[in-house]
């Protein structure tokens, strides 16, 4: 079975322009994360989507956004670049999300660079 | 706000070493605790402990989860360089809005031959 994929794995944009990235989930998995990795803070939740409906998100401004199609995968994007949002952003996978119960598969990431 | 706690921030053993690697952890409506290992690319899942007292194990690796002081351990014994890696305490935890995984700030493993 596949694993995660995120696509692009690189991405350099330049302040104020929007980035869209996207992640297509394990077959037949329904809940999809999103994470901001960066040096300084670590691993950061962002948002869970399950069933084309986000169910939960993190402490990010409304510059980031998100959605999900009905097949599950997942696009982020991000509007109005700021250098900070420069970090890797992580996609994982789960069965339905339930409770915490289910593992999460992460994809490999996009490293984005805002310049 | 939920918050998990690592310790150390980073380690440096010889290989046959044996490390512990320590995650506390305040969350409310705890649902489980998962442990990922870190290289150069995603974390990949090692793994998940629910229930109090029951130790996990894979090969040199194990963990346990105290429910009651709220921490759990990382255990990896004969330590080899392969294990070098950054090790992730990662909390899952159920809000009226859906679910969320807060992650520690992670442990970095080094180990030498």
């Known amino acids: 079975k596949a694993g995660v994929t995120q696509t692009p794995r690189y991405l350099i944009k330049t302040r104020g322009q929007q980035v869209t990235l996207s992640c297509s989930p394990i077959s037949g998995h329904r809940s999809v994360s999103w994470y901001q990795q960066t040096p300084g803070q670590g691993l950061q939740f962002l948002f869970e989507?399950?069933?084309?409906?986000?169910?939960n998100k993190g402490n990010f401004p409304g510059r980031f956004s998100g959605r999900q199609f009905s097949n599950s995968r997942s696009e982020m994007n991000v509007s109005t670049l700021e250098l900070g949002d420069s970090a890797l952003y992580l996609c994982?996978?789960?069965?339905?999300?339930?409770?915490?119960?289910?593992?999460?598969?992460f994809g490999p990431g996009t490293r984005l660079l805002v310049l | 706000e939920d918050k998990v706690v690592q310790s150390p921030l980073s380690l440096v053993v010889h290989e046959g070493d044996t490390v512990t690697l320590n995650c506390s952890y305040e969350?409310?409506?705890?649902?489980?605790l998962l442990w990922y290992k870190q290289e150069k690319k995603a974390p990949t899942f090692l793994f998940m402990l629910t229930s109090s007292g029951i130790e996990k194990k894979s090969g040199r690796l194990s963990s346990i989860l105290d429910k009651k002081e709220l921490f759990s351990i990382l255990n990896i014994t004969a330590t080899q360089t392969g294990d070098s890696a950054v090790y992730l305490c990662?909390?899952?935890?159920?809000?009226?809005?859906?679910?969320?995984?807060?992650f520690g700030g992670g442990t970095r493993v080094l180990v030498k031959p």
């Open positions: 990662a909390v899952y935890s159920t809000e009226a809005a859906g679910n969320k995984l807060t």
């Open positions: 989507y399950f069933s084309e409906t986000q169910r």
């Open positions: 994982a996978s789960s069965l339905s999300g339930r409770g915490g119960q289910e593992t999460q598969y």
């Open positions: 969350v409310t409506n705890f649902r489980s």
